[in-house]
C-alpha cells in the first residue's frame, strides 16, 4: 500500500482556519482520484471533499461553502483549507488517493496517509 502524508492538524478554536496538506508525491498513476476523510472517535469515516479524475470537485453538505480542496499538480500535493471551523469538524483527518474515477468509498482506496489531528 502506497503511503501519502499528511501535516498541518492542530487545535484552534471554533471559527478558526486550518490547512492541511497531504504530500502524495510517490503515488504516480497515469490517472487517479484524490479524497480527504475523517474521522472523530466513535464515529465512521466519513469522505470529506474529493478531488475526482477528471478535476472534478465535491464535498460533503456539512462543509460546503467553509472547505476548499485543492492540489499543487507539479507537486503532487493535495491541500485541504478549512476555514470557519467548528466542534463537529474536530477528527483525524486522511487523504486517499486511488487509480479510480472517483474516491467515494473509503475501504476501496489503496493509498492513504496515517492521518492529522484536528480539534476546533
Known amino acids: 500500500q502506497v503511503r501519502l502524508k499528511e501535516s498541518g492538524g492542530g487545535s484552534v478554536q471554533a471559527g478558526g482556519s486550518l490547512k492541511l496538506s497531504c504530500d502524495a508525491s510517490?503515488?504516480?498513476?497515469?490517472?487517479?482520484?484524490m479524497a480527504w476523510f475523517r474521522q472523530a472517535p466513535g464515529k465512521e469515516r466519513e469522505g470529506v471533499a474529493y478531488?475526482?479524475?477528471?478535476?472534478?470537485?465535491s464535498y460533503v453538505d456539512s462543509v460546503k461553502g467553509r472547505f476548499t480542496i485543492s492540489k499543487d499538480s507539479a507537486k503532487n500535493i493535495l491541500y485541504l483549507q478549512m476555514n470557519s471551523l467548528k466542534p463537529d469538524d474536530g477528527g483525524m483527518y486522511y487523504c486517499?488517493?486511488?487509480?479510480?474515477?472517483?474516491?467515494?468509498?473509503?475501504?476501496?482506496?489503496?493509498?492513504w496517509g496515517q492521518g492529522t489531528l484536528v480539534n476546533a
Open positions: 510517490t503515488y504516480k498513476p497515469n490517472y487517479y482520484c
Open positions: 478531488l475526482d479524475g477528471d478535476g472534478s470537485i
Open positions: 486517499a488517493a486511488a487509480p479510480f474515477e472517483q474516491c467515494r468509498a473509503w475501504n476501496a482506496l489503496d493509498a
